[in-house]
């Protein structure tokens, strides 16, 4: 299965600077992890995108040919930033080959404030939104726990399913699970998967450009993920916003490394 290695921090408006160190940092702790929770070793067919700190639009075109390249052969990936904004020229590319597709997105955040072009880790998702790459009813967002009021009354309007952290701890996390496994399930379609490691709560994810406490927990995350997972309709998947300089102890790295592993082969 192909890791691609994203090392960019450049769309993160000072918040994710260090995001591009996270890759190496992840991929190193990979050699910690034996094997998966499905007792399946993990080894992944590395690679990484050219990609320019000091120029956006320069980085999320390479990104953009990446996975295109990898849409086009049908091909299965993990793309491991880096900062959010990678998302939005991953998507571009996804849908170029999957005309209809849902995306769900792991975020302690609904990253839809503004419209900027060339998308930062803010944008990126009202960006894809309001250009048409993806329709907002085939949005999911799990782990939303700081929202501005205007992205309440955007994600309202544009009818995106919402999953706060409050409704899941009201609700029950299997619960809330089994919800979304059943959208999936009567879609049926192609699913992009959007990690940001701050839906994790800080005391397990500290190392991150945004901390928001009462978060999920990371056998939380990482059960949700295996019930994707196990649909086998995950085509992509991203994992962004390891920041290895506001790490303690490798604690947010190793969560990463853990989070791969059990995507992978999805």
Known sequence: MKLVKIPFSGGGLGHGNGADEAPNAVVEQLANVYSNESEN??????????????????????IQKSVKEIAQNNEKAILLGGDHSITYPAVKAFAKNNEDFMLIVFDAHPDMVNYFKPPTQEDYLKVLIEDGIVKPENVILVGVRNQDKSEIDYIKEKGVTCFTCKEMFEKGFKETVNEILKIIENKNLPIYLSIDIDCVDPVEAIGTGYTEHGGLSS??????LQKIKGTGIVKIADLVEINPNKDVNSITVALGAKVLAELFEF
């Open 219 to 224: 056998r939380e995350l990482i059960y949700a």
């Open 41 to 62: 070793e993990v080894k992944f067919e590395i690679s990484q995108v050219n990609v320019d700190e000091n120029n956006i639009e320069f980085s999320q075109n390479e």
